[in-house]
């Protein structure tokens, strides 16, 4: 890696909204060198943080297996947010990828935009209604990355049958049903449901997260608060009404052109310090 990458790579991770703001500001075919030129991890995050049209117009332009690369480390929710955008690029972009990210980004394309179905993270966890304490804590321990405070119990149809307290979960005796720490009468969200209806849900006042069901009350994912205001951020940007949007834009493009401009000084100054061939290693000084 270069110094000037580098500089970038540390610029996505230390300032990744100032960093997005200033990659949407720029033509397409710039955005995408950028992007192609970032480590698979800084590019996604990059993404997540430039508007959704740019992102969107960004990974359909992306060549060879940088598409790829780049999709797998996004969320399922957030890379199917930008696979809707871009049309007929979505369905050869899916089929590089592996069946384990690619199916459930086809569950999320399949519900209908505007819609619980379409924003939900269908990867979320569930542990059997009917399993032991000893038996969920093992599922827990190995499937999650992190230990959640909760995860959502299904009886053997898949039917949502309740939440249970992970806290709770680990200090059970060993040999107790799972239902015996399941709180049942929760939350939820039906799978067709409109955003407008879902953000007014009286159970984010309770939670951060709200389960995701169908019409036969089974479990299909969960929805997250945060998610939900991301977005309600992005169609505001997007809306075109703001005028302190445009301000921001012109000044993130300042922002990258200043950027550029240290990325080309530390190329120079790198190369200007380089070894000069035949002078036996030494750099000038």
């Not at 990258?256 to 030494?282: C, D, F, Q, R, Y």
């Amino acid at each position: 890696m270069t110094e000037a990458h580098a500089v970038v790579e540390a610029y996505v991770a230390a300032q990744p909204g100032d960093a997005g703001l200033a990659a949407s500001a720029l033509a397409t075919a710039d955005a995408t060198a950028l992007v192609a030129d970032l480590a698979p991890a800084s590019a996604a995050t990059l993404l997540q943080h430039m508007a959704p049209g740019a992102a969107a117009a960004c990974l359909a332009a992306l060549d060879g297996d940088t598409g790829p690369a780049v999709s797998r480390e996004l969320p399922i929710e957030i890379l199917a947010g930008l696979l809707r955008r871009t049309g007929d690029r979505a369905a050869p972009l899916l089929d590089a990828l592996e069946p384990d990210v690619a199916d459930p980004v086809r569950r999320l394309l399949s519900s209908p935009d505007g819609t619980a179905g379409a924003v939900m993270d269908p990867t979320a966890m569930t542990i059997p209604a009917a399993s032991t304490a000893r038996e969920a804590r093992a599922l827990v321990q190995r499937e999650a990355v992190r230990l959640p405070d909760y995860v959502y119990a299904v009886d053997a149809r898949q039917v949502l049958a309740g939440v249970v307290d992970v806290a709770a979960l680990m200090a059970a005796p060993a040999d107790a049903p799972v239902t015996s720490v399941t709180r049942g009468g929760i939350d939820w969200v039906r799978v067709e449901m409109p955003l407008e209806a879902v953000e007014a849900h009286p159970g984010w006042l309770r939670f951060d997260v709200l389960p995701v069901v169908d019409a036969d009350q089974r479990f299909v994912g969960l929805i997250r608060h945060r998610r939900l205001r991301q977005m309600r951020k992005e169609g505001g940007a997007a809306s075109g009404d703001d005028g302190a949007l445009r301000t921001l834009v012109a000044l993130g493009e300042v922002y990258w052109l200043g950027l550029s401009g240290l990325m080309h000084g530390i190329a120079a100054a790198a190369a200007a310090n380089a070894p000069v061939p035949g002078s036996g290693g030494e750099g000038r000084r």
